[in-house]
């Protein structure tokens, strides 16, 4: 039992890193929400099944089972009204080939 | 066919959930952390969040102004008529006067229950009064 | 290893990814980039609030978490709701 | 009594049953008198919200409740979904290599609950944001693409989950 | 652990204090107070940092990016 309680937590520590390192390097705010939203959410998901299990069967996994149910639900919706506070801003997406275009805001900063 | 609004449907099912987990942190505030502020703050918070993604109109039908208005000075009318009977029955003012039972349980604390529920109604009726005020521009 | 100096651990790598998460919040160009910096710091921090609830036993710190949760979420939505376009969002 | 009262009255006993099961994963006991004062607190809390929680044009449609044993086993499929993408997602990630396009298609969904579910599993699953919904129009931020074909591309986002909401809301 | 989160405080009140867009200090706020809110649980004030959490992350936020975009309104256009 114990050995899952450790290998959820180094899976998370990992996912949780590698988001960082996304949020850090990608090259635009699509790309960034892509590294974050995912890895992120994985990440935590996979904290709070390692500690459900440490917890044991009590009133502690029922309560972090109602966290983990409302992080699950607001999580991506929250990945999603940035991308649309983005989308709506006419933040141009990066590809591969051509280059960015400034916006407004980007200019004024 | 109404257009589909992931915001929309999110806050409609997610807000009833949240007004109940605010009635908890103010029936549970002397066993857990909460009280009756914190737990107004979170009644007034889910509230907001309706108002924030269905629009003042739906909200104001729910939630009238002057409903909310009356409760805001019902909760502090209240508040003092408690603690004056604290005065009349027992010793100073806001001291118990019910019988108290056993610790840990939730019936078990006489007077701070109800008086928590009071001052989670004024805090939350007060908090959604401004939000209402200032969202309506 | 014990199972308290595995969270303790955990909790301190994850404090420290936070704070690297902040580097994007403070130089990211436009206001996303500062919006998506802080949804993942929200999101670090309530993992840590679980882990310390749970590595000190007392189940009901982890009210705490939940109303972190919640109004990590409405405050996001708040600033995006009032700066994104006018009618829409 | 008039259907509409009856209605109503089904829609305040479901909003309360749902609420229940909430205060009880809230408080964490079986006391009889927290379960009093939470079926009180749920049911005032019912008669307040039930016009939002379940909307009054939702009486004509036959899958009001979703079918839970489907609904669990998606549930099941999307935690697998979501740890094989973010391994994608690190993949990408440590290498470097990115190749992001923004795609349309389109969902053959009717609910609306499917339809929040559908794009939240997106959102979810392999490098795929949604940025837009319009109806039953879809734009896809897809970190990663491989086609920008609409109707391809369609088929390997959506892929199996379509089809098994469509099964869990008819 | 303490004393980190002791030095966040201050350099995320100075970026506070020395940002030129205001939406970019609102949101260092908001940060700022999710930071304060986990030094409280640590320090085992659950309350304190429950209401820190409440007020400071959500309904101050909103007070402020109000007042923020109502100004603006006023005085650009």
């Not at chain 2, 002397?30 to 924030?52: D, E, K, N, R, T």
């Not at chain 4, 039953?136 to 089809?163: F, R």
């Not at chain 5, 205001?22 to 209401?51: E, G, K, Q, R, W």
Request: charged fraction near 15%.
């Amino acid at each position: 039992m114990e050995w899952i309680v450790y290998g959820f937590l180094f899976l998370g520590v990992v996912f949780n890193l590698i988001g960082n390192l996304g949020v850090l390097i990608f090259p635009d705010v699509y790309t960034r929400l892509q590294a974050s939203s995912t890895c992120t959410t994985t990440s935590v998901i996979s904290v709070f099944i390692a500690a459900m299990t440490a917890a044991g069967l009590s009133a502690v996994t029922g309560k972090i089972f109602v966290i983990a149910l409302f992080f699950f639900v607001s999580s991506p919706v929250a990945a999603h009204i940035i991308a649309r506070y983005a989308w709506n801003k006419e933040i141009i997406p990066w590809r591969r080939t051509g280059g960015t275009v400034k916006t407004e805001e980007e200019k004024n900063e | 066919m109404k257009k589909t609004d992931i915001l929309d449907v999110i806050s409609r099912k997610l807000a009833p959930f949240i007004l109940l987990f605010g009635m908890y942190l103010i029936t549970y505030g002397h066993l857990s952390p909460g009280g009756g502020f914190q737990g107004g703050v979170v009644l007034a918070s889910g509230v907001v969040l309706l108002l924030l993604c269905q629009g003042t109109d739906r909200v104001q039908k729910l939630f009238p102004l002057p409903v909310v208005n009356s409760a805001e000075a019902l909760g502090f009318l209240a508040f003092l008529l408690m603690g004056f009977a604290g005065v009349l029955f027992g010793g100073g003012f806001l001291s118990n006067f019910l019988p108290v039972g056993k610790a840990g349980e939730v019936p078990g604390a006489g007077f701070i229950l109800i008086l928590n529920l009071v001052v989670g109604l004024k805090v939350g009726a007060g908090i959604t009064l401004i939000c209402f005020y200032l969202f309506k521009e | 290893m014990t199972l308290d100096l595995a969270f303790d651990l955990v909790v301190f790598l994850f404090l420290g990814s936070s704070v690297l998460s902040l580097v994007r919040v403070i130089m990211g160009p436009t206001s996303a980039d500062r919006l998506i910096g802080l949804n993942i710091v929200a999101a670090q921090i309530l993992a840590i609030l679980v882990l310390v609830a749970v590595k000190e036993g007392l189940h009901v710190y982890l009210d705490v978490a939940l109303v972190y949760d919640i109004f990590g979420f409405v405050g996001l939505l708040a600033i995006t709701r009032f700066f994104g376009k006018k009618g829409d969002l | 009594m008039n259907v509409i009262t009856k209605w109503r009255f089904v829609r305040i006993l479901l909003t309360t049953g749902s609420l229940f099961i909430g205060w009880i994963l809230f408080s964490g006991n079986f006391v009889p008198a927290s379960l009093i004062i939470g079926l009180c607190f749920s049911f005032a809390v019912a008669v307040l919200t039930y016009g939002i929680f379940i909307d009054e044009k939702e009486a004509d449609r036959k899958g009001l409740l979703p079918r839970f044993h489907i609904l669990f086993f998606y549930l099941i499929y999307l935690l697998i979904k979501m740890y094989l993408a973010s391994f994608k997602v690190l993949f990408n990630v440590v290498r470097g290599h990115i190749n992001p396009r923004v795609v349309h298609f389109r969902t053959k969904l009717k609910s609306d609950l499917a339809r929040v579910i559908l794009t939240n599993s997106i959102t979810l699953t392999p490098g795929t944001i949604t940025l837009s919904i319009d109806d039953d129009h879809l734009v896809v931020h897809w970190l990663d693409s491989k086609t920008t074909h609409s109707k391809y591309a369609g088929l390997l986002i959506k892929g199996t989950m379509e089809k098994m909401l469509k099964r869990t809301f008819i | 652990m303490t004393e980190t989160l002791l030095t966040l405080h201050i350099v995320l009140a100075l970026l506070v204090l020395f940002s030129r867009n205001l939406l970019t200090a609102v949101i260092f706020l908001a940060v700022y107070s999710l930071f304060s809110s986990l030094l409280f649980f640590i320090l085992h004030a659950p309350d304190v940092a429950l209401t820190e959490a409440a007020i400071g992350a959500g309904i101050s936020t909103f007070l402020y990016v109000w007042v923020i975009r109502k100004t603006r309104d006023g005085v650009a256009s």
